[in-house]
T-cell receptor, first 114, second 112 residues
Framework: NAGVTQTPKFRILKIGQSMTLQCTQD?????MYWYRQDPGMGLKLIYY???????DKGEVPNGYNVSRSTTEDFPLRLELAAPSQTSVYFC?????????????FGQGTRLTVV | GENVEQHPSTLSVQEGDSAVIKCTYS??????FPWYKQELGKRPQLIID?????GEKKDQRIAVTLNKTAKHFSLHITETQPEDSAVYFC???????????FGRGTSLIVHP
């Protein structure tokens, strides 16, 4: 099991460019999430998905888009990159369980917009 | 939605001392409370969790307590070691939404 795999690890974008952060998991988890982590601000939810074909906005969705065509993949698209999107991005997944289960995280993508 | 407050933001201790990190949550329907450790440049990883039907859980030097009435839970680390230095995140998950909400994190520094 590879767990949650996220690519790329690092990226520098120019203002106005676009990119897609890839995320795939091999644990057959139905829930997947994208978070951004800014210094001292914890993990803020961008988008999440409860299963293939279903996505919903989190706390900070502006400037981002997602899709979930398969259970395994949950890419995050940045259109028209802005300096405010400089951050570390984490993809995560969980199995939906009424009692609660841990979230598994990808290794993160450090994005700088210049 | 759920709101999770975490304190302190920074905690500095001497090796061998105990460390306590506290979190409060707002949604009384939350039923799962995990704690994650994030070492520098790494991904967050689960270190301990507690469910709403349990008041305390211990795993070696780490323990978590939950007070449902007051809606707060705490992480206790005893006999701290330099390798405990990291950022610790608490989270709360509602039984209805399955979406974990994270605290802002506590940077724990253990001085040798």
């Amino acid at each position: 099991n590879a767990g949650v795999t996220q690519t790329p690890k690092f990226r520098i974008l120019k203002i106005g460019q676009s990119m897609t952060l890839q995320c795939t998991q091999d644990m057959n988890h139905n829930y997947m999430y994208w978070y951004r982590q800014d210094p001292g601000m914890g993990l803020k939810l961008i988008y999440y998905s409860v299963g293939a074909g279903i996505t919903d906005k989190g706390e900070v969705p502006n400037g981002y888009n997602v899709s979930r065509s398969t259970t395994e993949d949950f890419p995050l698209r940045l259109e028209l990159a802005a300096p405010s999107q400089t951050s570390v991005y984490f993809c995560a997944s969980t199995f939906s369980d009424r009692g609660g289960t841990e979230a598994f995280f990808g290794q993160g993508t450090r994005l700088t917009v210049v | 939605g759920e709101n999770v407050e975490q304190h302190p933001s920074t905690l500095s201790v001497q090796e061998g001392d105990s460390a306590v990190i506290k979190c409060t949550y707002s949604d009384s329907a939350s039923n799962y409370f995990p704690w994650y450790k994030q070492e520098l440049g790494k991904r967050p990883q689960l270190i301990i969790d507690i469910r709403s039907n349990v008041g305390e859980k211990k795993d070696q030097r780490i323990a978590v307590t939950l007070n449902k009435t007051a809606k707060h839970f705490s992480l206790h680390i005893t006999e701290t070691q330099p390798e405990d230095s990291a950022v610790y995140f608490c989270a709360a998950r509602s039984g209805g939404s399955y979406i974990p909400t994270f605290g802002r994190g506590t940077s724990l520094i253990v001085h040798p």
